[in-house]
């Protein structure tokens, strides 16, 4: 049997559906759940990475500045 959201399933079951219905109503529900919690830690590391990059920028920009300074100032 697959994960199902149990308070979706006694809700259509109280609300007059019929148990097989209310059933894959609940898997499916779940199922979007476990998509949208996957699609967060996505998000997630692409920010860690995008936190790397930017300090990876800072970096090459701090460089080429010292550089220039360097080449400009004597």
């Known amino acids: 049997m697959a994960t199902m959201i149990s308070e979706v399933y006694d809700a ?3 609300a ?3 148990e097989e219905k209310s059933r894959k109503a609940a898997e499916a529900l779940a199922s979007y759940d476990n998509h949208f ?3 967060e830690n996505d998000l997630t590391a ?3 990475e995008l936190a790397l990059v ?3 920028v800072g970096f090459n920009l701090a ?3 010292a550089t220039l300074w360097k ?3 004597a």
């Open 37 to 39: 919690a996957k699609i």
């Open 12 to 14: 259509l079951k109280e």
């Open 46 to 48: 692409i920010r860690g």
């Open 71 to 73: 080449v400009f100032s």
């Open 54 to 56: 930017k300090w990876m």
């Open 63 to 65: 460089i080429a500045v």
């Open 16 to 18: 007059g559906a019929s």
